[in-house]
């Protein structure tokens, strides 16, 4: 199942059959796309040989850089109720542009491939999505791309516009039509009315007017800034004189963006505000997102005395995204003959609202690890369908997915990245590549203890009066031994309290398991089979220790392989977290 990076063959199979059933206009769908930001964490997939949570664009493109973004896909019908996500992709910070063209071209391909009818394309206004648009040269007289033969339009969503729009209104003034918007009168308003004892504009709060970065991201107090309520507060504050007569532009400019917004926000046919109702032939929609059109391009925005209207993306982002929707409704209507349009169904909603569930899990500002984001798509992968279906098909669904979900859970999908033999193991902190235990002796006496504990293991299954003769060492005159005997000092089994002191050519050998280890493991690090490359190294070295037939030699270079990968990533772990969130995206698995 969708366990890996890209579209799986299986999910297609999957999301093909229900296209089947649906009406030929409930197959019309967008296209969306998003990042989540990870939290960076190596782990290795033990039946797959490979470590997880590397940049992973699907297919054989996989770096050795760490993994701090998911580019997640998700498909969702115009007219029906469906909605699907489809696949995700690994990236060490924002996916680079070509990549993305190249990710959103084969959904495309694949979903057409199963019958569905892709319609738009839309995401947030993400810098490397904005790039995008202008890589596809998308531009508010020209919003859709061609690839093979179709057209297909893009839009960014609107709520994210709406925001960004805030935003810009509490860094800037903006002008228009000999008026001037300022956040300014906004906290005047905000300020005189909350001492009142019956308020105007009981919604507002200071999470609204003097929002931190997490509550800037949330439409709600965006929407209820920019709201006809306010424009309407404005306008009282104005006519009582405790306003300037100014402030009337900062309540036109509201007024407008809210019904801008009301626009592509409509979720029914019928509504007592007239701009909130579906577009149909009956309603002005049309006529007023094209006026709304013009009042966005005569806005200047100015920081001072300076006009920085050019650098304002979401002004050409507000421009593209309603012409297209103006577009998209003409394609609708004429060529599959639709009466009316919910735009609603037009914005990234359901992504947000998966990002926002599996941000929960761990505390609302932490990120999920590459392996809980995982993990959480696949659950994600096969909800949507039963909860929104209505009929048959659900249940036809579900007896689908419960035979799925029986083959998901027969093999292990995701490892954690435990030794099988961990025991008693105690080997903790003591790294052999860790700078503070850099002198010779402690790094032999690490190795030794490391042997040792792998003689241990050996010995355990393989239980040999002569093995044991041979390999073990049991006097302390070697220097290398202090660290075996201090480790296992306050145990009770015998000497080495059940560890072995490993003899000088078992060390030896241990010894060049490491150094073969060390040597490649940053080239295979992000090759499909990471152990079986370096296991196939391991075993030209020769043994040099005499033993009988039957010591369990394979098992011992299996054993050292799974915990050096366990402890390589363990480490690189424990780097990562005490980096500066910043330095992230240049950290390489290479630097293990
Ligand atoms: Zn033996």
């Known amino acids: 199942m969708p ?10 199979k999957l999301i093909e059959k229900k296209v089947m059933e649906m009406r030929p206009q409930d197959r019309l769908c967008t296209l969306c796309m998003d990042e989540i930001s990870l939290k960076t964490n190596l782990s290795y997939n033990l039946p797959e040989d490979k470590i997880i949570s590397l ?17 997640v896909l998700l498909i969702r019908s115009i007219s029906g109720k469906w909605k699907q996500p489809i696949g995700y992709y690994l990236a ?27 319609v738009v394309v839309m995401s947030d206004q993400g810098s490397n999505f904005y790039s995008l648009a202008q890589r596809l040269q998308v531009s508010p007289e020209r919003p859709w791309f061609i690839h093979n033969n179709k057209m297909y339009f893009l839009m960014f969503d609107p709520p994210h516009l709406i925001k960004s729009v805030r935003n810009n209104l509490m860094k800037y003034s903006l002008r228009f039509d ?5 956040w300014k009168d906004i906290e005047v308003v905000y300020e005189k009315d909350s001492s009142l004892p019956i308020r105007s504009t009981p919604k507002l709060t200071e999470k609204h007017i003097h929002p931190n970065n997490f509550q800037k991201m949330k439409v709600k107090l965006a929407t209820q800034v920019m709201s006809h309520t306010v424009a309407a507060a404005i306008c009282m504050y104005v006519s009582l004189g405790l306003l300037p007569p100014t402030a009337m532009g900062t309540a036109e400019l509201i007024e407008k963006f809210d019904s801008v917004f009301d626009c592509v926000n409509s979720s029914t046919l019928h509504s007592t505000k007239k701009l909130k109702c579906a577009i149909s032939d009956q309603t002005t929609r049309i006529t007023f997102m094209k006026e ?49 349009l919910l735009t609603r ?101 690490a190795i030794a ?63 060049e398991l490491e150094n073969t280890f060390f040597k490649h493991f940053s080239v295979y690090t992000k090759s499909l089979s990471v152990g079986a490359n370096i296991m196939k190294l391991l075993k030209k070295i020769p043994v040099p220790f005499k033993c009988c037939d039957n010591f369990p030699v394979d098992y011992l270079q299996k054993l050292f392989l799974r915990l050096r990968i366990y402890y390589s990533l363990k480490f690189a772990n424990r780097d990562f977290s005490n980096t500066k969130l910043k330095n992230r995206k240049y950290m390489k698995v290479a630097h293990l």
């Open 178 to 182: 000999q008026n001037v918007a300022t």
């Open 55 to 71: 940049e992973d664009f699907g297919g054989c493109y996989r770096t050795n850089k760490v993994a701090t973004s998911a580019l």
């Open 345 to 445: 169904r037009l914005n990234t909603d359901p992504l947000e609202n998966f990002f926002g569930t599996i941000r929960q899990q761990g505390g609302n500002s932490d990120n999920p690890t590459p392996v809980q984001f995982s993990s959480a798509f696949r659950k994600l992968f096969f909800s949507p369908f039963l909860t929104s279906s209505t009929g048959n098909c659900a249940a036809d669904f579900d007896d689908l997915l419960a035979n799925f979900e029986k083959k998901v859970k027969a093999r292990p999908v995701i490892s954690t990245p435990t030794p099988q033999h961990t025991g008693t193991l105690e080997i903790g902190p003591v790294d052999y590549r860790e700078d503070a235990i850099d002198s010779n002796i402690v790094k032999d006496n």
């Open 449 to 511: 203890y490391v042997a040792g504990y792998l003689l241990h293991k050996c010995l355990k299954i393989h239980t040999c009066p002569k093995c044991t003769d041979e390999l073990q060492c049991n006097n302390l005159d070697d220097n290398r031994k202090l660290f075996c005997y201090f480790k296992a000092y306050d145990q009770t089994e015998g000497t080495f309290g059940g560890l072995h002191a490993p003899s000088q050519s078992f060390l030896n050998y241990v010894i």
């Open 292 to 340: 709304a059109m013009g009042f966005i391009k005569r806005l200047q925005v100015m920081q001072g005395n300076i006009n920085v209207t050019g650098r304002i993306k979401c002004l050409k982002g507000w421009l593209i995204t309603l012409k297209a929707i103006i577009s998209i409704w003409e394609h609708l209507k004429t060529k599959h003959n639709f009466k009316f």
């Open 3 to 12: 366990n890996n990076t890209g579209i799986s063959q299986a999910a297609l």
């Open 92 to 118: 060490n910070g924002a996916c680079p542009t070509n990549v993305m063209e190249d990710v959103m071209k084969e959904a495309i391909d694949k979903l057409e491939g199963i019958g569905l009818d892709i």
